[in-house]
């Protein structure tokens, strides 16, 4: 659920951590004194790094393109997620909720408000892909019941302010997703990042202000602060933890509606959990697990919800490959990711 736009989001991150190592290297030996190259390189090396080295940039103007170009790339990749996974959950919301009149009233309210404005603006660039017809048309059909409703998602992502805390927590809550914060501050990802990367010297709110910060400056081409490149890979795991936080916030909020309308359901709890091994015990119900069956591990306090796989079963320490459980039963699990004691264990309801 959301995996997609997570690797997506995953795979340009490393994109762009791959160019700041690159670049940081090449600056290491383009501004190396030439005998110390001569003496690590090979003759061809040495004529095709003399070429290039004819049109290097100083290196204060090379610091200075790989801060913006990054910076103003992240940023991207931070707003282009966002955005991508609201509308996804704007898409789901017509499957979880049939019925346009059983959506949250702050839902209907945005949606209302969204399309009155985007009616007045249909003449921007932006909204070049959009017409009248489909701006009204998810309105129409939730409102009269005629056809099966749409909520679209440019209605809901109106927004002219940088994605900050505020504005972040608006977008979200607009969607019909409350206290998302909350849930991002609680996450383990950006936990693990404020005190093994930051020290304990930071918020993430204070983190993410610094990084639309530097962003700003960037995108204006004049950066009060120039980073080098450990920084700037720091700002990519920053990036990297607060995509994964909300990819398992909208998770979770699916999650949630499924187990009311009978979707899935809650089919165990991990009480114990031993890193060594990466695998733990957990009191289950009724249920047929199968090695290879994917599961949901949630726990909301801890801001925890993702899928794995399980990647082996025990019963009374003995490997079973199929297992059918009765109530209250004992099992050992391992899966294709860690987990931790108290998560919940959910499984989609076969239909």
């Known amino acids: 659920m959301f995996q997609n736009i997570l690797m997506r989001v995953k795979v340009n991150i490393n994109t762009v951590r791959s160019i700041i190592k690159t670049n940081d290297r090449l600056m290491g030996i383009s501004f190396a004194s030439s005998a110390l190259i001569k003496a690590e390189i090979c003759e061809e090396t040495d004529v095709i790094l003399s070429q290039i080295l004819q049109d290097i940039p100083t290196a204060k103007e090379w610091r200075v393109y790989d801060h913006c170009s990054a910076i103003t790339r992240l940023y991207a990749i931070y707003e282009s997620f966002v955005e991508?996974?609201?509308?996804?959950?704007?898409?789901?919301?017509?499957?979880?909720y049939p019925c346009y009149s059983n959506l949250e009233e702050k839902i209907r309210n945005t949606h209302r408000v969204g399309v009155g404005k985007l009616l007045t603006e249909l003449n921007k660039h932006r909204?070049?892909?959009?017409?009248s017809e489909k701006v009204v048309q998810g309105l129409f059909y939730g409102t009269s019941g005629e056809k099966k409703y749409e909520l679209l998602p440019d209605a809901f992502l109106i927004h002219e302010q940088n994605l900050r805390k505020d504005a972040l927590v608006r977008l979200f809550a607009n969607a019909?997703?409350?206290d998302a914060w909350v849930w991002v501050e609680n996450h383990r990802s950006i936990k693990y990042f404020l005190k093994e990367i930051r020290g304990s010297?930071?918020?993430v709110e204070g983190e993410l202000n610094e990084f639309i910060g530097y962003r700003n400056d960037a995108a204006h081409g004049f950066p009060d602060e120039v980073l080098g490149a450990s920084a700037l890979l720091e700002l990519c795991d920053f990036?990297?933890?607060l995509s994964q936080a909300l990819a398992e916030l909208i998770t979770y909020q699916v999650i949630k509606r499924k187990e009311l309308i009978g979707q899935i359901r809650e089919v165990g709890k991990i009480t114990e959990w031993f890193k060594k091994p990466n695998a733990g015990v957990a009191i289950v119900e009724e249920i047929k697990l199968s090695i290879g069956n994917k599961i949901f591990l949630v726990n909301e306090e801890t801001s925890c919800?993702?899928?794995v796989a399980i990647n082996s079963i025990q019963l009374n320490g003995n490997p079973v490959n199929d297992l059918q459980t009765t109530a209250g039963m004992e099992v050992g699990l391992k899966f294709d990711l860690s987990a931790k004691q108290g998560l919940r264990l959910y499984q989609l309801e076969v239909e």
Not at 84 to 96: G, N, P, R
Not at 127 to 131: D, P
């Open 176 to 178: 019909g997703i409350s």
């Open 305 to 307: 919800c993702y899928l």
């Open 239 to 241: 990036v990297d933890a």
């Open 84 to 96: 991508e996974l609201i509308s996804d959950w704007l898409i789901l919301l017509t499957e979880l």
């Open 201 to 203: 010297q930071n918020t």
């Open 127 to 131: 909204y070049k892909h959009l017409s």
